[in-house]
């Protein structure tokens, strides 16, 4: 069992930067490829960044490839995403989770994920 706890949204200017925070619960975190999306009011939730369980793999949504990166430190728990240069339509709840170890989806498929966090509110300004 996992539990994941986001931090670090809130409201900033277009061009700014804010940082997100997932810090997880449960010895075995350091097992676990993670992974980011958001979900837009009204949209369905979608795919930003994944990392494999020893930090040297990772993945991008196009919208987001350049701006954000995905990092993590498995003797603190926490897995972060940086975000960078951010604009208008970055404005979304953000979700971090944790694949299933067992999992057959591809890592943008959020089937995938087994343990979810309560999300953090994002909203960039125009």
């Known amino acids: 069992q996992v539990q994941l706890v986001e931090s670090g949204g809130g409201l900033v200017q277009a061009g700014g930067s804010l940082r997100l925070s997932c810090a997880a619960s449960g010895r075995t975190f350091s097992s676990y490829p993670m992974g980011w999306f958001r979900q837009a009011p009204g949209q369905e939730r979608a795919f930003v960044a994944f990392?494999?369980?020893?930090?040297?793999?990772?993945y991008y949504a196009d919208s987001v490839k350049g701006r954000f990166t995905i990092s993590r430190d498995n003797a603190k728990n926490t897995v972060y995403l940086q975000m960078n240069s951010q604009r208008p339509e970055d404005t979304a709840v953000y979700y971090c989770?944790?694949?299933?170890?067992?999992?057959?989806?591809?890592?943008?498929?959020?089937?995938?994920?087994?343990?979810w966090g309560q999300g953090t509110q994002v909203t960039v300004s125009s």
């Open positions: 989770a944790a694949r299933s170890l067992i999992s057959s989806k591809l890592y943008y498929d959020s089937d995938g994920y087994a343990y």
């Open positions: 990392i494999n369980w020893r930090g040297d793999s990772t």
